[in-house]
């Protein structure tokens, strides 16, 4: 794998980071995930948004424009051969030494990585839903960011373990449905699109963004707020959803088998979102 860094392409081994950056020290920064579907960039201009909305609230001041991260995520696809490609973004604090920062980041660090993606099935291969012991975390600030500090999605991977049909899903604190270890949540009940708000803490995924866009362009009734898991078990449909995996149905949640696996609601998102991908490319 070739990797971007700050500005030159190099082989992941020879990449580094400094021990000085914030990054590193303390978790400051922020990363994007996204697809690139033969050389485009799906949905760049809202993980571009949302990257500058975190960036400017964690006064991290960045050097490069739009078009200079989109090339630079284009170098790295072209670096490593590819034309679809799995690509993450990450922006670091950069080298600011040992001690907490108080008037922002002035130098940033830029990297990119993409790597191959496997081929999409149609219909996606289900997964399954298994409640997590471990809550999701509140929001260390006024809203979750897409940030480096991902230790709470860590410890729940190891809770899960090495599960490729499986998804963990974490409830809050108090017991209400949040999200996937990296995936939003939702439902089907009686035609309405069912989905936790973001007041439970959660990211507020692109893909999320786009269900719910893309929900309302078929006149699907949305619903978002606190819910306990029972309405799982009551659920019609379930799906999951990320930038890679796009659209994955639920075919049970803790061995409670769904009512349909990619039914009729979940069918007509897909196939809008995998227009939408046509459409933009």
Known sequence: MHVYVNGTICPAEEASVSVLDHGFLYGIGLFETLRVYDRKLFLWDAHYARLSSGLLALQIRPAWSKEELKQAILRTVDANELRDAYVRLSVTAGAEGVGLVADGYERPALFVFAKPVAALQDPPQPKKLLT???????????QRFKSHNYLNNALARQEL???????????????????????????????SLFTPALDTGILDGVTRQHVLKLAAQLSMPIVEGRFGREVLLLADEIFVTNSVQEIVPVQEIDGHLIASVYGKFTRELHRAYRHSIAMEE
């Open 132 to 142: 997590l012991s471990l809550a999701r975390q509140t929001v260390e600030g006024h």
């Open 161 to 191: 373990g090495a599960k490729p049909d499986v998804e963990g899903l974490f409830l809050t604190h108090d017991g209400y449905l949040a999200e996937g270890i990296v995936s939003n949540l939702f439902w089907i009940k009686d035609g």
